[in-house]
């Protein structure tokens, strides 16, 4: 199954994923730097670098940047990841910043009208220190 991210909201993206990683299907979400995260820009950011500041360097806990990992981390929330089945559902899971050329569009899942603020997951990665 393929997702298309653009203007799918995060949370209702990782959690319809899940249930499809559970379910024994194989997902590849593209376009992960157009989902979107809703509330206030600056709460999000804060929120997100407050994630980046626990724990070491060298001993984790360790929070991505980039785009495609950053919807990868949410969707492992959502899974019973330190059980095995929840193990073999996550590494059933694909995500690519942009669509890579082999792949079709992918159907759109979890869009929604959006009439309050909102920042992607790109702009919010490139704050929290990705570099392209």
Do not use: C
């Amino acid at each position: 199954m393929i997702i298309n991210g653009k203007d799918a909201v995060l949370g209702r993206l990782a959690s319809f994923t899940a249930k499809k990683l559970l379910a024994g299907e194989e997902v590849s979400i593209v376009n992960a730097e157009n989902v979107i995260i809703t509330g206030d820009p600056n709460k999000i950011t804060k929120k997100y670098l407050k994630r980046r500041e626990i724990g070491s360097p060298q001993h984790g806990p360790f929070f991505p940047t980039k785009p495609d990992l950053i919807v990868r981390r949410t969707v492992r929330g959502m899974l019973p990841y330190k059980t095995n089945k929840g193990r073999a559902a996550f590494k059933k899971l694909r995500v690519y910043i942009g669509t890579p050329a082999d792949m079709g569009k992918g159907e759109s899942i979890a869009v929604k009208t959006v009439r309050t603020r909102f920042m992607t997951v790109g702009k919010l990665a490139e704050q929290i220190g990705w570099r392209k």
